[in-house]
């Protein structure tokens, strides 16, 4: 098993995660919140933001692959399921787990244009800052880290650590 080494705690998170959700819920007071989950990582991430929330909201999901098993992204992103909701002159939030080269979010912002919502933002729990490709507005951010691979809160290495409860470096 690789070496672990704590990044957030889950009550640490938690704290964070409460933050941005009242920030989110005063922003959006007023608006018609449409939040668009990036699957599989975000699910652990999504299902606590948006408990905290104090505004209606409506929920779909998109999901992308962009990395095969490893930890670098092969810069090939591809939409594997497609938003079901109708997102036409409605504001958007797009939530991510983590944001690393920034292709991710780069083409979902260009995806959603398509569907003509009235503004769209990115929400991520994680902004790692060292190996960005392209430059993308994040909004909201739950914690900024230079480098390393992450676990844990729904992030993955091959599937795995999904369900750590806490955030952890791996060493590689
Ligand atoms: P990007 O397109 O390079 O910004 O990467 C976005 C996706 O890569 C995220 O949604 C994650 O699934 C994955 N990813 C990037 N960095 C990490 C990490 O440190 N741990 C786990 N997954 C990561
Ligand atoms: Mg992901």
Request: charged share 25%.
């Amino acid at each position: 098993m690789e070496e672990m080494i704590p990044v957030l705690s889950g009550s640490e998170i938690a704290q964070k995660v409460k933050a941005l959700s009242h920030q989110i819920s005063k922003d959006y007071a007023e608006k018609d919140l449409c939040i668009i989950g990036v699957l599989n990582g975000v699910f652990v991430f999504l299902a606590d933001l948006v408990r905290e929330l104090t505004i209606p909201v409506q929920i779909d999901f998109v999901r992308v692959v962009s990395y095969g098993s490893g930890t670098v992204s092969s810069g090939n992103v591809q939409i594997t399921k497609e938003i079901e909701l109708d997102v036409k002159d409605r504001d958007v939030l797009i939530v991510e787990d983590i944001v690393d080269s920034g292709l991710t979010i780069a083409f979902l912002l260009e995806y959603l244009k398509r569907f003509h919502p009235k503004s769209v933002k990115v929400c991520a729990f994680v902004d790692k800052t060292e190996r960005r490709q392209v430059e993308v507005p994040i909004d909201y951010v739950g914690h900024v880290v230079e480098s390393g691979f992450l676990i844990g809160y729904g992030l993955d290495l091959d599937q795995k650590y999904r369900e750590v409860p806490g955030i952890y470096r791996l060493k590689l």
